[in-house]
């Protein structure tokens, strides 16, 4: 859909959308008005011999010294089947003959109003929707109250919602208590939820939901989720009926592939799945493997470090064999793509972060970053022979006079490309003999990236 603003009071906007068997046009207006925003739009479908349209008009108004906002919608078909895309496709396996279905309202008018009641008393809110369908008599209405709010982290609402039921022929009633509430922070996140539906026919139900994500892609996803209902007198005077059911889902999205599995159970009912899905590309380097799916693709290749990320594809990471595949690319066009350089070994540099292809459609292109293993990196508190730290800014120099590190705040020095065996490195901070000294270094702990040790100056060189 595209959309341009004449002016600050009006906007047109207009669109297509076309698939076999199908093509719809768009066109609408909105205008920005004191009173409040105004828009309409037209749709007309074509789905073979099936045409329709649907005619939709808002409203839209915020008052700003109360804060209440108000809208009001309503969409009506001006005649035949329209048919969105998704209609569509559920129309191609309709036998012939029978008429097509119509799964959409043909005429529905909604109306939500808010009002906040500050930032220590929460909103209340109310909203009201009539629609009629195709071949069902009468009007299908709801009409909901609700009140929300936060007190801390945790956040909560309670809501009663009256509607009535064109299938069944009667009124519903229900009063719905739920809460949330954000769990962790950082790389690993979730979420908490529950929920409490009370029918005054005699029905309970209760839903407790668990998800969340670990990783900044992130790595893995997951979900878990469980419900019980009870019926405390049925319409035909059976014994109250109990239901219980859970569920749980997990998708890892690897450097290769993504897996994802499922399983559920209720009452008389169990559940169970999963997949892998992902592509491999044979190209003139070789193999790659990778969880992205596309028709035009570039291959990158890195050695020396895996698991970096590529900046320019989101969830993208380099695999344990220095390759990934990019599907995001536009055909015809420059494309950048990029490794992020946060997280990368600090024994390993980067030549260049950035590198451009044009792949025309359906090209494979191969797009190479060159590495350099830098030796050991190390966190090194040097002082003087004195005790007292270095000079801030001070060079320091490897054995064989590469500069390999600098001293910061406090003594501390950064190097890398720290030789194996190297004990002793030479520190520079002017050019004057007493203000170069032979840096004795003891390497105490650490890690396998990054080593920590201490430093001391013999004496002036």
């Known amino acids: 859909m595209l959309r341009h603003g004449l002016n600050n009071v009006v906007t047109l906007e207009g669109g297509v959308a076309a698939s076999r068997d199908y093509a719809a046009l768009a066109g609408g207006i909105a205008l920005n008005t004191a009173y409040g ?274 900046a320019s594809a989101s969830g993208t990471r380099i695999g344990p064999w220095g390759r990934a595949v990019v599907s995001n690319l536009q055909p015809f066009a420059r494309n950048a793509i990029e490794i992020d350089p946060r997280g990368l070994p600090l024994s390993v540099e980067l030549g260049e972060d950035t590198r451009h292809v044009a792949p025309t459609q359906g090209a494979v292109v191969r797009a190479r970053f060159e590495t350099h293993r830098m030796g050991r990196a190390a966190l090194i508190r040097a002082r003087m022979a004195d005790g007292q730290p270095l000079p801030f800014g001070a060079e320091v120099f490897a054995a064989d006079g590469r500069r390999i590190g600098t001293v910061a705040q406090g003594g501390r020095a950064l190097v890398r490309g720290l030789p194996e065996d190297a004990r002793t490195l030479t520190v520079t901070w002017g050019a004057d003999p007493h203000q170069q000294c032979a840096l004795d270094v003891a390497l105490t702990g650490g890690t396998s990236d990054l080593a920590v040790g201490e430093g001391r100056c013999a004496a002036p060189l």
């Open 37 to 310: 925003a105004l828009s309409a739009d037209l749709v007309q479908t074509f789905a073979g011999s099936v045409r329709g349209q649907r005619l939709r008009l808002a409203y839209q108004r915020l008052f700003p010294g109360i804060g209440t906002s108000v809208s009001v919608s309503g969409d009506h078909q001006m005649g035949g089947n329209y048919l969105s895309l998704a209609d569509a496709v559920m129309l191609r396996h309709v036998p012939a003959g029978r008429e097509a279905p119509s799964p959409r309202p043909v005429r529905r008018l909604q109306a939500l109003v808010n009002q906040p009641l500050g930032d220590r008393f929460g909103a209340l809110y109310v909203s009201a929707a009539v629609q009629a369908q195709r071949h069902r008599g009468g009007l299908g209405t709801q009409f909901q109250l609700g009140y929300t709010h936060a007190f801390g982290r945790l956040r909560y609402s309670l809501a009663a919602s009256r509607d009535f039921s064109v299938d069944t022929g009667r009124w519903n009633h229900r009063i719905m208590l739920t809460l949330g509430m954000p769990l962790g922070q950082g790389a690993t996140t979730a979420s908490a939820a529950a929920a409490l539906t009370y029918d005054p026919r005699g029905r309970t139900i209760a839903q407790q939901s668990l998800t969340g994500s670990i990783g900044d892609a992130p790595t893995l996803t997951y979900g878990l989720t469980a419900n019980a209902t009870r019926a405390s007198r049925t319409a035909d005077g059976n014994d109250p009926g109990e239901a219980y059911g859970a569920s749980a889902n997990a998708t890892y999205f690897g450097t290769m592939a993504t897996v994802n599995g499922n399983a559920g159970a209720a009452s008389g009912y169990r559940q169970a799945g999963g997949g892998v899905s992902g592509v491999i590309v044979g190209y003139a380097g070789g193999v790659a493997a990778s969880p992205a799916q596309g028709d035009t693709l570039a291959v990158v290749e890195a050695d020396d470090i895996p698991g970096a990320r590529i």
